[in-house]
């Protein structure tokens, strides 16, 4: 039925992992279509190489591409692939406006309502929180959500779920593997650690973090901090209050890695501890377990989506709440953050490396299950 088709997702790593079991549902729906992405060009590691798709389109969303008339050019050059459906996986303006002047014979999807009226259908997103007249989390996963638009816009009745998918090249792979061989020995198992998050009330306490870090070195264990340029200073904090910070077992490879290179480290890694944010994503898509706080981020939307993986909840009343900035102040000052404590964190480290305890890249992935298990404390 439709023979060229795009898909548009603008936002940050983790929002363009979400849409990667829409892209392999639309592949299996329409094996002799034409099926296009269109993405931020500093992500195109997470699609670039996707088995998926015909082509990926970037945009210099931060660069030329940022510019009014640059931005008008490079709707005239979508417009000019002729595309019969646009699929819009995000509600935010530019990617409203490119979908609304695509040209394309449909429009479906997410979109502002200022650019609704040159949509098709035009379907809501229950995976994000609403803002008026209260703060209301959304009510199911994203992914779920993306399938949703394909089986009430599309009309896709038989959707494929492989889970969240990332393919990397062999050069990103021997890469990865030469500088985890150069850092660690054949036989030391390492722990991932990414300890930042886009927003303040993600992260949980980087005492904790070092806490974590100092056990699990004394009892063997690799450390690797990851995470990119924009978390080097809370990563360098976070390790001046380890003990074992001179641990030939600790490593710090935060801002060095390129996207496809963090996927093959974690291929080579036997666990993840991580905060709700981008890295968790590339994470379940790479198949390792995961350990992972959830503070401010709401968790019906966003949980790790694999099975095997451990998602624990604060008890405070006020999550999920949203917000970029904790409100409160003093002893309360992100206590969603500050209750789930080291004990419990370590708790299910201990039951993951117990369960897989060997790199990611030899556990067997599960199809079919993607529900974490959520623990409340």
């Given at each position: 039925m439709y023979?060229?088709?795009l898909?548009?997702?603008?936002?940050?790593?983790?929002?363009?992992?979400?849409?990667?079991p829409t892209?392999?549902?639309?592949?299996?729906?329409?094996p002799?279509?034409?099926?296009?992405?269109?993405a931020d060009k500093?992500?195109?590691?997470?699609v670039?190489?996707?088995?998926n798709?015909?082509?990926?389109i970037?945009?210099?969303?931060?660069?030329a591409?940022?510019?009014?008339?640059?931005f008008?050019k490079?709707?005239l050059?979508i417009?000019?692939?002729?595309?019969?459906?646009?699929i819009n996986?995000h509600?935010?303006e530019?990617?409203s406006?490119?979908?609304?002047?695509?040209?394309?014979k449909?429009?479906?999807?997410?979109?502002?309502?200022?650019?609704?009226i040159f949509?098709t259908?035009?379907?809501?997103?229950?995976?994000?929180?609403?803002l008026?007249?209260?703060y209301i989390p959304g009510?199911?996963?994203?992914?779920?959500?993306?399938?949703?638009?394909l089986?009430?816009a599309?009309?896709?009745e038989?959707?494929?779920?492989n889970g969240l998918?990332m393919?990397?090249?062999?050069?990103?792979?021997?890469?990865?593997?030469?500088?985890?061989?150069?850092?660690?020995s054949?036989?030391?198992?390492?722990?991932?650690?990414?300890i930042?998050?886009s927003?303040?009330?993600?992260r949980?306490?980087?005492?904790?973090f070092a806490?974590?870090?100092?056990?699990?070195i004394s009892?063997g264990?690799?450390?690797?901090f990851l995470?990119?340029?924009?978390?080097?200073?809370i990563?360098?904090?976070?390790?001046?209050?380890?003990?074992?910070?001179n641990?030939?077992?600790?490593?710090i490879f935060t801002?060095?890695?390129?996207?496809?290179?963090?996927?093959?480290?974690?291929?080579k890694c036997?666990?993840?501890?991580t905060?709700d944010?981008g890295?968790?994503?590339?994470g379940?898509a790479?198949n390792?377990?995961i350990?992972t706080?959830?503070?401010a981020?709401?968790v019906p939307g966003?949980?790790?989506y694999?099975?095997?993986d451990?998602l624990?909840?604060s008890p405070v009343?006020?999550?999920?709440?949203?917000?970029?900035?904790?409100p409160?102040?003093?002893e309360?000052n992100?206590?969603?953050?500050k209750k789930?404590s080291?004990?419990?964190?370590?708790k299910?480290?201990?039951?993951l490396?117990?369960?897989?305890g060997q790199?990611a890249?030899?556990?067997?992935?599960?199809y079919?299950?993607?529900k974490?298990?959520?623990?409340?404390i």
């Amino acid at each position: 039925m439709y023979k060229n088709i795009l898909v548009i997702n603008l936002m940050h790593l983790g929002d363009l992992m979400l849409i990667t079991p829409t892209l392999t549902t639309l592949r299996k729906n329409f094996p002799n279509s034409k099926i296009s992405l269109l993405a931020d060009k500093k992500l195109a590691d997470l699609v670039k190489l996707n088995k998926n798709l015909d082509e990926c389109i970037f945009i210099d969303k931060k660069g030329a591409d940022d510019k009014f008339f640059n931005f008008v050019k490079f709707i005239l050059k979508i417009r000019e692939k002729n595309f019969d459906l646009v699929i819009n996986l995000h509600r935010n303006e530019r990617a409203s406006a490119i979908a609304a002047f695509s040209g394309a014979k449909k429009i479906v999807g997410y979109s502002k309502p200022i650019f609704s009226i040159f949509f098709t259908k035009v379907l809501p997103n229950p995976s994000i929180a609403q803002l008026k007249p209260k703060y209301i989390p959304g009510s199911q996963h994203q992914v779920i959500s993306h399938f949703d638009v394909l089986k009430n816009a599309v009309g896709i009745e038989k959707i494929f779920d492989n889970g969240l998918e990332m393919w990397i090249d062999d050069a990103a792979k021997k890469s990865a593997e030469k500088i985890f061989s150069e850092n660690f020995s054949e036989n030391t198992k390492v722990i991932a650690f990414n300890i930042g998050a886009s927003w303040i009330t993600k992260r949980w306490i980087d005492d904790y973090f070092a806490k974590c870090a100092d056990i699990l070195i004394s009892r063997g264990f690799g450390i690797a901090f990851l995470g990119g340029t924009m978390d080097e200073k809370i990563v360098e904090s976070c390790v001046e209050k380890m003990q074992q910070k001179n641990s030939s077992l600790l490593k710090i490879f935060t801002g060095k890695f390129s996207l496809a290179e963090l996927a093959g480290f974690l291929d080579k890694c036997v666990l993840f501890l991580t905060t709700d944010s981008g890295p968790m994503h590339i994470g379940v898509a790479r198949n390792i377990p995961i350990v992972t706080m959830f503070g401010a981020s709401p968790v019906p939307g966003f949980f790790p989506y694999d099975s095997k993986d451990i998602l624990i909840k604060s008890p405070v009343q006020c999550h999920p709440c949203g917000q970029h900035i904790c409100p409160k102040v003093g002893e309360e000052n992100l206590s969603c953050m500050k209750k789930i404590s080291v004990e419990v964190v370590m708790k299910y480290v201990d039951e993951l490396l117990k369960n897989f305890g060997q790199p990611a890249e030899k556990i067997p992935k599960v199809y079919g299950n993607y529900k974490c298990r959520v623990v409340e404390i």
